[in-house]
């Protein structure tokens, strides 16, 4: 995994830093859902209305699980924790570490895997189409988080099997209200 770790991350380049500090942005992740969620309601129309909201919660019960329980749970350093030679993304910079530097928060699971795999789950079930543009979008911000130095591969899996359970589980419980109606 370390191996895979270092793969990731590598210096390839201004153009794919600024976009990988671009898609690791919350500001640009909460942006891709907003659009998303209007695409889907242009494409359906008022009876999906709730379905953003919905998605909204879903984001908002994974990240309290990821950041309140698990991270909590399993003390798993950061990469630039753990190990020193870590091109990390820091205070508006790229820097490698010569020596493992103290970290404010654990990094497993990675929460921002762990919450686009939940809307991109969700946003699936209700509306299959929708994975065309959010399942690459959520790859691309796991990458990121790799590739800025904040998580390890095994981070980001395991975020996006929590956050897809809590998606797939929303959508569940959607279509099943669906058909009941």
Not at 134 to 145: D, E, K, N, Q, W
Not at 161 to 168: C, E
Request: hydrophobic fraction near 50%.
């Amino acid at each position: 995994m370390k191996a895979l770790f270092f793969l990731l991350n590598q210096d390839l380049g201004p153009v794919v830093d600024r976009l990988m500090i671009g898609v690791s942005e919350p500001r640009v992740i909460y942006a891709f859902f907003i659009l998303l969620s209007l695409g889907l309601l242009w494409h359906r129309g008022r009876r999906v209305l709730a379905v953003p909201f919905l998605a909204l919660a879903l984001v908002l019960l994974a990240d309290a699980f990821c950041a309140r329980v698990l991270k909590p749970a399993f003390h798993f350093p950061r990469p630039y924790a753990a190990l020193s030679g870590v091109r990390v993304y820091k205070g508006g910079h790229f820097r490698r570490t010569e020596r493992a530097l103290s970290a404010e928060s654990y990094g497993f699971p990675s929460c921002h895997a762990t919450n686009t795999a939940a809307a991109t789950a969700f946003f699936g079930m209700v509306e299959p189409w929708t994975l065309l543009a959010a399942a690459p979008f959520t790859l691309l911000v796991g990458i990121s988080r790799v590739y800025l130095g904040h998580h390890f591969p095994r981070d980001v899996l395991f975020g996006w099997l929590v956050g897809g359970t809590v998606g797939l589980s929303g959508g569940w419980l959607w279509r099943r209200a669906k058909r009941a109606s």
